[in-house]
């Protein structure tokens, strides 16, 4: 009988053919299934360490790794999806809050809808009802107003949600809600304050839209700072407007078209005062020169040359990724019941549309009335 000498079985690949699993990326990576379910929702554990959890990420990256969204949607229940509620994305200023939003929900395993209302009731409404069908885990709502019954009705119903930039005040007996934001009441104190530390005395104010928390408040510390530095309230010309380019436009030339003209002009935001610049090179009035301008949010635009805007920064980075992180902290129940505030505080940005440069190199005088005068001055 003749042997016959049998060839050795090939070891099976190791990768099969389609999508990578978390199995094979435990088995290369050396660690249970567990620890990289762990590492990849981004859970902060002593479970897995730091390393481990760098290893982890690296070979989920090589291997083009895309989590499973409905077939884990259907063990844990959850969408991975969240609801994002913001103000018109015309405005640049909350163009660029959603995309920090989005990218921070991407880096921690979620998806994002966005809807972008103009602030009315209904739209409001509309878009938070259209997102909670669609099965988001959570909503961030950028849009409330003050009195807002969208939000109360939510609290009502427990949807998780977080309000960031703009607040509620809730009546008596209300139970707080999860917010990010802000200090605008600082943030105005200082956009007038510092009109007022280099000598502007007739100042006029756009503010934002009284129904929301970011115009009143920083009018509220606008007009405060004017108090502080001595200076009567009554003696600002004060003009309601709407957070958009044509709204500062046409207020703009309102303002600019006084008998007593303004040396500077405060707008609520950016983009408004964006619009006041508009109306200046109109009206053939030179800025800072002949009227300085300061805003408030700092877009992108904001710092472009040719621009140069003067303005407070929202942190608007920082904002939505906090924003982002307490929602998902309140998805999973961490800490559920206890309602979280952040309150960031602003940065004033000093660029060249409120002359503090040219200002820098006057003196104050006082003239036989004792009106104030700034005079050139050269340094020695």
């Known amino acids: 009988m003749v042997a016959v000498k049998r060839r050795p079985r090939a070891k099976p690949d190791i990768r099969k053919s389609g999508p990578p699993t978390i199995k094979e990326i435990a088995r290369e990576a050396n660690v249970s299934v567990a620890a990289v379910s762990v590492a990849l929702e981004g859970k902060n554990t002593s479970r897995v360490s730091q390393e481990t959890r760098r ?5 989920a990256r090589r291997l083009n790794y895309q989590p499973n969204l409905i077939a884990r949607s ?3 229940k959850k969408s991975y999806t969240l609801g994002l509620v913001i103000t018109t994305l015309f405005n640049p200023f909350y163009a660029e809050l959603a995309q920090d939003i989005i990218d921070r929900s991407e880096e921690m395993g979620y998806h994002v809808f966005t809807c972008s209302v103009r602030g009315e009731l209904k739209g409001e409404q509309e878009a938070v009802d259209g997102l909670i069908s669609r099965g988001v885990d959570g909503l961030i709502i950028c849009s409330a107003l003050r009195q807002d019954p969208v939000i109360k009705n939510l609290m009502s119903h427990n949807v998780p949600f977080v309000l960031a930039m703009r607040k509620t005040e809730p009546a008596t007996g209300d139970p707080l809600v999860d917010f990010i934001g802000v200090d605008n009441k600082l943030g105005g104190y200082m956009a007038m304050e510092h009109l007022l530390a280099i000598g502007h005395r ?8 009284m129904a929301t928390s970011t115009g009143h408040d920083r009018k509220i510390g606008a007009l405060s700072a004017c108090q502080a530095k001595g200076l009567n309230p009554d003696q600002i010309l004060i003009i309601e407007g709407e957070f958009h380019r044509r709204s500062g436009y046409n207020l703009g030339k309102i303002v600019l ?9 405060f707008a609520g935001n950016d983009h408004m005062a964006i619009g006041v610049l508009d109306a200046l090179a109109e009206m053939g009035l030179r800025c800072p020169k002949d009227v300085a301008v300061v805003g408030f949010d700092d877009i992108e635009m904001a710092g472009l040359p040719g621009v140069d805007l003067t303005t407070v920064s929202q942190k608007k980075s920082t904002m939505g990724r906090l924003a982002v992180d307490q929602l998902i902290e309140k998805i999973k129940g961490g800490a559920a019941s206890v309602a979280k505030t952040t309150i960031l505080e602003p ?3 000093i660029r060249n549309t409120c002359g503090y440069r040219e200002r820098c190199q006057t003196k104050k005088t006082f003239s036989r009335n004792g009106e104030e005068k700034w005079v050139k001055t050269r340094s020695t």
């Open 55 to 59: 290893r982890i990420l690296e070979i």
């Open 74 to 76: 259907l063990v844990t």
């Open 202 to 209: 007739r100042i006029g104010l756009i503010t934002g839209p």
């Open 257 to 265: 078209g006084n008998k007593s003209r303004p040396t500077a002009i």
């Open 347 to 349: 940065i004033m940005v």
